[in-house]
């Protein structure tokens, strides 16, 4: 099993369209929990942190459910620039595990 | 910008060869992270750095091996190039013991391995 897995997508949604990303990890000790995106031919940028309480950035909702140990990002209203890789990353110690990611296309 | 650089941005070499990529990290940063993605993969860990010495490392072999300055920049050298090596390296650098730990990406290495 790997040590972090996410949705298989692509994701293909219309402009306006609520989407959904989900996440699980292997490792019960895991620390900290951030979700990247990443561009074509680009590097990952931090997205959001991941809290315990979950955390909302505008149109952006992540989601901590340890017990499960699952992650979740929620995009509202989605937008033509939100189209990228969507890449879930936990910290274990001291090494960053990126899950393969999540391709996003929102369609006009 | 995150203030991480990485050069050159691309490169291209010959089986066998050996590569050596660098890494300048943001400003009071004093970790380094280096990575290897393949196309249509997520990044993968290859090792950190923590004041000059190395303090994690991934599945690699030894043939990939590392060094940071003493103003925290880094180098990642490959010897023995093979195929699969062909892939966009990615180095990181962060500031280890802050409340986030977060950390931030340079633009990337492109490297084919002909």
């Known amino acids: 099993r790997k040590e972090v897995e996410q949705d298989p997508g692509p994701f293909n949604v219309p402009e306006g369209a609520t989407v959904a990303f989900n996440c699980t990890y292997s490792?019960?000790?895991?620390?900290?929990f951030f979700w990247y995106r990443q561009d074509c031919r680009k590097e990952p940028k931090l997205l959001m942190s991941?809290?315990?309480s979950g955390n909302e950035d505008g149109r952006f909702t992540a989601q901590l459910n340890r017990a499960s140990q699952y992650i979740s990002l929620l995009i509202r209203d989605s937008k033509l620039s939100d189209s990228a890789t969507y890449l879930c990353?936990?910290?274990?110690?001291?090494?960053?595990?990126f899950g393969p990611g999540t391709r996003l296309s929102v369609l006009p | 910008e995150t203030g991480v650089t990485q050069s050159p941005t691309h490169l291209i070499k010959t089986r066998g060869q050996q590569v050596t990529l660098r890494c300048s990290s943001q400003?009071?940063?004093?970790?380094v992270s280096w990575y290897q993605q393949a196309l249509g993969q997520g990044p993968q860990f290859i090792f950190q750095?923590?004041?000059?010495?190395?303090?994690g490392r991934g599945n690699f072999p030894p043939r990939f091996s590392g060094l940071q300055f003493p103003n925290y920049s880094s180098e990642l050298n490959v010897n023995a190039l093979e195929l699969d090596d062909s892939a966009l390296y990615l180095c990181?650098?962060?500031?280890?013991?802050?409340?986030?730990?977060?950390?931030?990406f340079g633009p990337g290495t492109r490297l084919t391995v002909l």
């Open positions: 750095y923590y004041r000059e010495e190395e303090n």
């Open positions: 490792n019960s000790a895991s620390q900290s």
């Open positions: 991941v809290y315990s």
């Open positions: 990353v936990v910290l274990y110690g001291q090494n960053f595990v």
């Open positions: 400003s009071g940063h004093n970790t």
């Open positions: 990181a650098s962060r500031r280890t013991g802050t409340v986030a730990d977060t950390q931030y």
